[in-house]
DNA sequence: TTGCTAATGATAAGCTAATATCATTTTACA
DNA sequence: TGTAAAATGATATTAGCTTATCATTAGCAA
């Protein structure tokens, strides 16, 4: 699959600056609301289209919970987890990790990775 | 909805048995593999009726990883978490778990639930 | 500027899982 | 055993998300 250049439009900036500007993992549709407004009529395959190339280019990163659609945030978080929120349904990171995990699985089972999900009511929600 | 009387059937009777004796979380293609043997002809529909039937009974509880179909796994076997293996592509039970998860949330967050999934190969797979 | 072609946006199509439909078979009670 | 109605199984349909299509717009190098 040539890939051939890549270039400079207002649509993938306003993505990038919306993603980066971020403090918690959005999804498509927040991220095709938060990016409207830098880049007017902006469409959903163009949104899609640069989650797809900021992925592989390794700037951002799927967030992957059960029942929801995938949300996407900037890679250069370290690793920590997220916590979903039942009624506004938003997504949030949470700091730290305790990282004997791993030591939970059977014995001859590898482990490569892990995911920790906390739900409840964000601060908003349970206020 | 009139839910009506309920009738033993071979297929239903199929579908627990397999459930009963499963050691690790079975999503509904396991079950119609494994539950075939038992009774067959099974069709697809009637295990997610089955299933549906032993849910709302409270019998099983469904095992939700991202990406993957339900699983389900009796409901008897306490607080516990899953270890999905990337090449196999099965669910096991892993024993265990640190509860103070919770204390990750940030403050006035309501932790209400948490769950932990662990990725890798599992010890078949590893070999 | 011009011209080539990547990018966009509206929408159709695809995918996977789960539910609904319906003619036929079975259960279970009278 | 006869029979009303629940259950089955094959398949159509829905639902949610993602990708493909294609005519039009717009980056950008000459």
């Given at each position: 699959m040539p890939t051939g250049p890549t270039r400079k439009t207002k649509q993938r900036d306003a993505v990038r600056a919306v993603l980066g500007a971020a403090e918690r993992p959005l999804s498509i549709d927040e991220l095709l609301k938060a990016a409207s407004r830098r880049?007017?009529?902006?469409?959903v395959a163009t949104v899609y289209r640069a989650v797809a190339l900021l992925l592989d280019e390794g700037w951002i990163e799927a967030v992957e919970i059960p029942g929801e659609p995938a949300r996407y945030e900037r890679s250069d978080k370290g690793h920590h987890h997220h916590f979903q929120c039942e009624k506004c349904d938003r997504a949030f990171d949470i700091a730290g990790c305790l990282?004997?995990?791993?030591?939970?699985?059977?014995?001859k089972f590898r482990v490569k990775e892990h995911s920790v999900t906390l739900y409840g009511l964000c601060a908003a929600c349970a206020a």
């Open positions: 880049a007017d009529g902006l469409g990282d004997n995990l791993r030591k939970l699985a059977p014995p």
